[in-house]
C-alpha cells in the first residue's frame, strides 16, 4: 500500500517559534509533493506545492529529499493564526490522486 | 471561497433512512473526489471521477453509491447507514493533467454527518 507518513504531533510551540515538519511517502514514483493547512472544523486548502529545489513562501519553506523520500516544512516566526493541521500529499506521475498523511497539528501559543 | 459547493453543511439521518450528499464546482475541473474524514484518522478516499467515469472505488460499502451527471456535479447517495459512518464528507475537484499545478485539490466545506 502506497503510504504518507506524518507525526500527528501536536507541536505546541511559543508565538516567534520555527517549527520544522517532515513527512515520508512510500511510493518512488511519487513526483508531485504538496503541503495543505486545515483549521479545525475547516476544509483543508493549499498551503504550498513542493518543488524540487525547495521553495519559499514568506514565513514557509518546502523542502523534498528525493534521495529518502521524505518532504518538510518549515516554519519561521510562527503566529497564533498558523495553529492549525497541515497535511502532506504525494502523488504518482501521470496520476491525479493524491495519498494525504494524517496530518500533523499544530499548535501555537502566546 | 474555493469554488467547489457542498451541501448540506450537516446531516442527522438514521440507520434506515435514504439521503443524498451534493456537490458542485464551478471551476471546469475533469477529475471530482469523494473523501471520507474521521475523528483522528486521515482524510481516506473514496471516489474517483474523471469526465464522469468512476476511476477509483477504494473498497467502499455498497450503502455509498456515487452518482456524477455531468463534469460539474457529484452526488454521494446515502443508504442503511451505520453510526460508524458518522464523519466529515469532503467533495473536491481537480483539473487533471500533467503537471503539479493541474494536481491541486480544491475542497468544498465539506458535510457533517451524523448517523444516529
Known amino acids: 500500500r502506497k503510504e504518507v507518513e506524518q507525526d500527528p504531533g501536536p507541536f505546541n510551540v511559543p508565538e516567534g517559534a520555527t517549527v520544522a515538519f517532515n513527512c515520508t511517502y512510500s511510493?518512488?514514483?511519487?513526483?508531485?509533493f504538496f503541503w495543505y493547512r486545515q483549521d479545525c472544523r475547516k476544509e483543508p486548502k493549499l498551503l504550498m506545492s513542493?518543488?524540487?529545489s525547495g521553495n519559499e513562501d514568506g514565513r514557509f519553506t518546502a523542502q523534498l529529499n528525493r534521495a529518502s523520500q521524505y518532504i518538510s516544512l518549515l516554519i519561521r516566526d510562527s503566529k497564533l493564526s498558523d495553529s492549525a493541521t497541515y497535511l502532506c500529499v504525494a502523488q504518482s506521475g501521470g496520476s491525479y490522486i493524491p495519498t494525504f498523511g494524517r496530518g500533523t497539528s499544530l499548535i501555537v501559543h502566546p | 471561497e474555493t469554488g467547489v459547493t457542498q451541501t448540506p453543511r450537516h446531516l442527522v439521518m438514521g440507520m434506515t433512512n435514504k439521503k443524498s450528499l451534493k456537490c458542485e464546482q464551478h471551476?471546469?475541473?475533469?477529475?471530482m473526489y469523494w473523501y471520507k474524514q474521521s475523528a483522528k484518522k486521515p482524510l481516506e478516499l473514496m471516489f474517483v471521477?474523471?469526465?464522469?467515469?468512476?476511476?477509483e472505488n477504494n473498497s467502499v460499502p455498497s450503502r455509498f453509491s456515487p452518482e456524477c451527471p455531468n463534469s460539474s456535479h457529484l452526488f454521494l447517495h446515502l443508504h442503511t447507514l451505520q453510526p460508524e459512518d458518522s464523519a466529515l464528507y469532503l467533495c473536491?475537484?481537480?483539473?487533471?493533467?500533467?503537471?503539479?499545478?493541474?494536481?491541486?485539490?480544491?475542497f468544498g466545506a465539506g458535510t457533517r454527518l451524523s448517523v444516529l
Open positions: 471551476l471546469g475541473h475533469n477529475a
Open positions: 471521477y474523471n469526465f464522469k467515469e468512476q476511476t
Open positions: 473536491a475537484s481537480s483539473q487533471d493533467g500533467p503537471g503539479a499545478a493541474k494536481n491541486i485539490q480544491y
Open positions: 513542493v518543488y524540487s
Open positions: 511510493n518512488s514514483a511519487s513526483q508531485s
